[in-house]
């Protein structure tokens, strides 16, 4: 598609500025700019623009070229480093157009020293910055190409064309990140990942637990329409942009600054960013984290609303949405997860865990241990660190610790984090921890006000570190870039390095001067939760707690546990069971209790995770306590899609969804929303008449597929008894 502008009605409202960057000659004009050469000239070599000007922006060969041919946008999208063609229809005595000049300028207060404007003649030299050299003249039609550095700043640009008294603006264009241009600080080289980490515009999530790893599928649609507009909205909004514009729109040259700035407003903390978060379990004033398909919806509805805070979101929504973010600005981004991810909030290296002796859990100081926390990296070169520090680089929007006074995370190196060298910008420490923490447990006793230290696991935390493979939907487990060898001895070297540069806070810290005057004791007895029986919502929950005396001895051992419903997060939502009971173990003895929780014990107060926490405390007469611990998670009943005939661009397809009760009871409130890029045009949203015990539901709907390739279909179903259940499919589409 060609786009043609009349542009003649822009020069009378330019003149005024244009009357501050030139001055005049007794004929002629004498221009103040050192890109004018500084010399007076005559008639003859100053070109007037008299009458319509227009330009062809040559669309379709420019956004082919620069890779952007993707966008649902009518604009002209570059990417900087990268040469572009427009087409000038000059009205008047242009001459041979030599003495033409351009100006480029973004942000509200353009300058030249912030480089956030420029001002250049039309001519045949280039200087690696920005240019305009003449291809090809026919009658007052030239063939123009224009050249950005790159290093220039991303954003919004205005191009205007100037001669002698009068100025045009010519329009506007958006410039973008380049991963494609060696000189560019996003280069990527290899061409599968530069498709997977900017172009790719659906991926999956995964989520769950260590031992039972899931995958939730995420539409970033980068590519939808005004989602580019609405991204480059999010950097206009932000504290530093407010604070200081001029600054602000110089310094997003820089991916390091722009992924700082977009980890800060993501979440709405400080900054009335996008997505408010909640882990409270309760979402009636919004939505369920959980409920979320994709990004495009988020988006949008910020914008519709003001600009205010979309509710709610958890770590894996303000990573899908930072991920679509980054690649719509052409920063190559991936979404990670880390299983039991450290929250350490003192920066000692130690997660603090407390239990009384009845076996509750206790909400005591602020540590805590999350089953998966997810985050994005972003590949860019780390001038300020060294060649070794470029790369992945970690960059979490999720709301968790301050950062310079603003809930913002990163940018981190993965090379530095797996060396322990915490004294790098930008927040090492905490995200070291959140792959390295040692988890301590201690039991706390409310009646003399005294704590003791359980045990410590040095292995627990930073598990299945994993993201999504390049060109496919398998797990890719990258624990082995966040650190060495669990337990290895370069594994506890970089630790203890780590601890040492921290070690003048740590000193101070109760839990690294408790941990020194315990004493080391060997339990007696082991215990841990197995799996008896099917796990499924709507079912009764079996687990054996199994114990096992460790000597020659008679032990005898009183257990007290509970089981709470909890989010992913670790909070915990609601007690549903508990049970106590005293066993005598022969020497080397092992045996089982069972622990039976019904349906109806925890129906009303499982939540989205579908995430229940067993705990036991075992305490032998005159020993220590052992605590055990297992988070069990119970699946939803299957959401099924169907495409029921072959797929092509713009040909309409009916899609089959199949859902069926397994209750005993019926299911009401049914709400299916579903979402695809080049699927859909936005989201769809059905609602689905109740269903009777054991019944089936089958919807069908329409989707039009605009683009060829592989695309993903994502839907969520909830309802009364099952908050949010998912499904995604991969639809080939032909041409």
Not at 11 to 35: A, D, F, Q, V
Not at 294 to 302: F, N
Not at 695 to 722: D, M, R, Y
Request: some cysteine; proline content about 5%.
């Amino acid at each position: 598609m060609e786009l043609h502008v009349n542009l003649a009605q822009d020069s009378e409202r330019l003149k005024e500025e244009t009357s501050m960057i030139w001055g005049s000659c007794g004929s002629g004009c004498y221009p103040r700019r050192s890109s004018w050469h500084g010399k007076s000239c005559g008639p003859s070599c100053c070109p007037t623009l008299s009458g319509p000007t227009s330009v062809n922006w040559n669309l379709s060969s420019n956004r082919e070229a620069h890779h952007t041919g993707r966008f649902d946008s009518p604009e002209l999208i570059l990417r900087r480093g990268q040469l572009f063609t427009i087409l000038l229809d000059l009205k008047g005595d242009t001459g041979s157009g030599q003495n033409l000049t351009f100006i480029v300028s973004t942000g509200p207060n353009p300058s030249e020293s912030a480089r956030t404007k420029a001002v250049f003649p039309l001519s045949k030299e280039t200087s690696g910055g920005w240019s305009a050299d003449l291809q090809g003249s026919q009658g007052n039609t030239l063939t123009v190409r224009i050249s950005s550095p790159a290093y220039a700043p991303i954003g919004r640009y205005t191009l205007s064309l100037q001669s002698s008294f009068s100025s045009v603006k010519l329009g506007t264009f958006i410039l973008l990140f380049n991963p494609w241009l060696q000189a560019d600080s996003v280069f990527m080289s290899n061409a599968a990942e530069r498709e997977e980490y900017v172009q790719q515009d659906a991926g999956i999530i995964y989520v769950g637990k260590a031992e039972h790893i899931s995958v939730v599928g995420w539409n970033f649609g980068q590519f939808e329409q005004d989602i580019l507009n609405i991204c480059l909205s999010v950097l206009d909004r932000s504290l530093n942009f407010r604070r200081d514009p001029t600054t602000d729109v110089a310094c997003r040259n820089d991916p390091k600054y722009v992924g700082r700035v977009l980890s800060a407003m993501i979440n709405s903390n400080d900054d009335n960013g996008l997505i408010a978060g909640s882990w409270s379990g309760s979402y009636t004033d919004g939505q369920d984290p959980r409920n979320w398909n994709g990004s495009v919806e988020i988006l949008k509805r910020w914008k519709r609303s003001g600009f205010r805070p979309v509710r709610y979101g958890q770590c894996w929504v303000f990573a899908g949405t930072l991920n679509t973010v980054l690649r719509a600005l052409g920063i190559p981004s991936r979404v990670i997860t880390n299983f039991n991810s450290a929250h350490d909030t003192n920066r000692n290296l130690s997660v603090d865990v407390y239990y009384d002796p009845r076996g509750n859990p206790l909400d005591k100081g602020s540590d805590s241990v999350w089953n998966f926390h997810v985050w994005n990296e972003s590949w860019f070169t780390r001038t300020d660190l060294g060649p070794s520090y470029s790369g992945w680089q970690v960059l979490d929007a999720t709301p968790q610790e301050r950062s310079q006074g603003v809930y913002q995370c990163g940018p981190a190196s993965v090379f530095g984090i797996r060396e322990g060298d915490m004294d790098l910008d930008f927040d090492m420490p905490f995200i070291f921890a959140e792959v390295n923490a040692d988890r301590t447990t201690w039991i706390y006793d409310s009646k003399t006000h005294s704590e003791r230290k359980n045990s410590s696991d040095e292995r627990t935390v930073g598990k299945n570190i994993s993201t999504k493979a390049v060109g496919s939907n398998s797990r890719v487990d990258i624990t082995e870039q966040y650190k060495y060898p669990e337990g290895s001895a370069q594994e506890r070297e970089v630790f203890q390095k780590a601890l040492g540069i921290l070690r003048p806070n740590l000193l101070f810290t109760a839990t690294y001067a408790r941990s020194l005057e315990e004493g080391h004791w060997e339990p007696t007895i082991s215990g841990r939760f197995k799996v008896a029986g099917i796990l499924k919502v709507g079912q009764e929950v079996n687990l054996a707690l199994v114990f096992k005396n460790l000597t020659s001895d008679m032990k005898k051992v009183t257990v007290n546990m509970t089981a709470w419903t909890i989010v992913y997060n670790g909070t915990l939502v609601h007690e549903v069971w508990k049970d106590s009971v005293t066993i005598s173990l022969d020497p080397k003895e092992e045996t089982q209790h069972p622990v039976k929780i019904s349906y109806a014990q925890y129906e009303k107060h499982l939540k989205a995770d579908n995430m229940i926490r067993v705990m036991a405390v075992c305490k032998v007469l005159n020993e220590g306590e052992v605590v055990v611990e297992r988070d069990v998670i119970l699946d939803n009943p299957s959401l099924t899609l169907e495409v029921l005939d072959k797929v092509q661009v713009q040909k309409p397809v009916i899609v089959q969804m199949l859902f069926s009760n397994p209750l005993d009871e019926p299911v009401k409130n049914g709400v299916l929303m579903v979402e695809g890029s080049s699927l859909l045009r936005g989201n769809l949203r059905i609602d689905v008449p109740t269903l009777h015990p054991k019944e089936q539901s089958q919807v069908h709907f329409e989707i039009l597929p605009t683009q060829s390739g592989t695309k993903q279909l994502l839907a969520n179903f909830s309802c009364s008894k099952f908050p949010a259940i998912k499904a995604m499919l991969s639809i080939d589409v032909d041409e």
